[in-house]
């Protein structure tokens, strides 16, 4: 039954791996081998127990007689929740940080990015529109960021070979951005979730590999371009009877939103409660504040037509199921024992986490960041010291831990496919993934392997 369990994993790996050929959608096939898996795992729940929690389970039954039910009971009440409790709290963050982000563009917060931005001057756009994709991911999650920035970037670029250079070097900022920070990427999050990384440990152990592994593609996008680019001149949008704010007011709610999530950290590091309670907290100032300055709307049933939003929605409800699936297909077979047999071969022919490292981003290339993220981080646990430099590696803000963040995050931007960002960017300018490797997966290689090399040095200067 371990190998059954195996199999599906692996197969739903290839399926959302392929997604681009077969037209699956890797948000379903997450959900139905997380759910296939745990069904299978309960109907031979006995074994595993018995074999990996027996004396757990002794103490569960307190005397009483063994039974089937008495089993499903078990896993229900003390394996099946825990995993479902990790998914569920990168999940609410994940919610919490989309609705703080509808709430901010349905009240104008984000129009002021097009009037900055717009340029005929073709590298000066390049840079702006990157610049801000890379400080909004790393501080909103990479998905919704790299939706935002593609809307404005197709608003204002009429050229479609031009945008597909400049949503290239949005989907680099916002993958980039993203895993500098433990908030700004569902992988980064999990690590903080798991207690293995500090948020400011994090983000300065990563700021200058992810810094290269950004700019210096960007860098060469900006080479394939010519001097000027045709701009669309549009005005403001339009926002009939969905909001009435004026400029400081949309200026106070951006405050409120993008500056409470810059609190998070702080608020998990003196209630040490998990930090999907403090981006709920965040949004519930936030509608506070939005029911406080639109108090003559709330009213008001008509709204006007707003694509942004439902790409949002859409895409980050995909993600959200994709997480919670992902989490509970890798949980049960961590559960049968998989798991900790692969990480003791790892630990036996391997024994290295620059290789391993090195694995994560090949196998996110081709099938996803995050499932690769995840694959890796389930090998270990956070650990204590235990005197060699390898052992040292896991505990809390050890190298490993950032490293297949780093990875990973990288690996996603060699092939476009590889993370949900660059499915975005394939969906709205329906570019080609020979074109995308050719153009901008090389770039991002070679940056991202001059930026691993940075992180070994910086790892040898802590040492």
Request: net charge neutral.
């Amino acid at each position: 039954m371990t190998l059954i369990i195996v199999a599906i994993l692996l197969i739903g790996f290839v399926l959302i791996a392929t997604e681009k050929l077969t037209n699956v959608n890797k948000a379903a096939v997450a959900i139905f081998i997380g759910t296939v898996g745990w069904v299978l795992y309960i109907c031979y729940g006995t074994d595993f127990v018995m074999s990996e929690h027996e004396g757990d389970y002794v103490d569960f039954l307190n005397g009483a007689v063994a039974t089937s039910t008495a089993v499903k009971h078990y896993i229900a009440q003390n394996i099946f929740l825990k995993y479902v409790g990790r998914a569920a709290e990168v999940v609410l963050f994940l919610l919490a940080t989309m609705t703080i982000v509808e709430i901010l563009h349905n009240n104008g917060c984000f129009d002021f990015l097009t009037p900055w931005v717009r340029t005929r001057k073709s590298r000066k756009l390049l840079w702006c529109l990157s610049g801000i994709t890379f400080f909004l991911s790393a501080n909103l999650d990479n998905l919704t960021t790299t939706a935002l920035m593609l809307v404005v970037m197709h608003d204002l670029v009429a050229s479609r070979r031009q945008r597909m250079i400049y949503g290239s070097a949005v989907m680099l900022a916002a993958n980039m951005g993203g895993a500098l920070t433990v908030i700004g990427d569902p992988a980064g999050l999990l690590l903080w979730n798991m207690n293995a990384v500090t948020a400011t440990n994090f983000s300065m152990w990563l700021l200058f590999p992810c810094l290269i592994a950004w700019a210096l593609p960007t860098f060469l996008l900006g080479r394939m371009l010519p001097e000027r680019v045709e701009i669309v001149w549009q005005s403001m949008p339009y926002r009939g009877d969905d909001t009435n704010l004026n400029a400081w007011q949309r200026l106070l709610m951006l405050f409120v939103g993008i500056g409470g999530l810059w609190f998070i950290p702080t608020f998990h590091n003196i209630t040490k409660l998990s930090p999907f309670l403090g981006a709920l907290c965040v949004l519930a100032v936030l509608w506070i504040v939005n029911e406080i300055f639109n108090h003559k709307l709330m009213n008001v049933e008509k709204m006007i037509q707003r694509r942004l939003p439902r790409v949002l929605q859409y895409g980050v409800l995909q993600m959200m199921l994709y997480v919670m699936g992902l989490m509970l297909a890798v949980g049960v077979v961590e559960e049968t024992g998989a798991v900790r047999w692969l990480a003791n071969r790892c630990d036996a022919y391997i024994h290295n986490i620059w290789i391993m490292g090195t694995l994560s981003a090949v196998v996110s290339s081709v099938l996803d960041n995050f499932a690769a993220a995840l694959s890796f981080f389930s090998l270990y646990d956070v650990s204590d010291a235990v005197g060699d430099a390898y052992h040292n590696a896991f505990v809390q803000n050890g190298c490993y831990w950032k490293v297949v963040a780093y990875c990973t995050a990288m690996g996603g931007n060699i092939l476009a496919f590889g993370s949900m960002s660059g499915l975005a960017l394939i969906k709205m300018e329906r570019i080609h993934i020979g074109w995308f490797f050719k153009n901008v997966g090389v770039k991002a290689l070679v940056g991202g392997i001059i930026g691993l090399v940075v992180m070994v040095v910086i790892a040898q200067m802590s040492l």
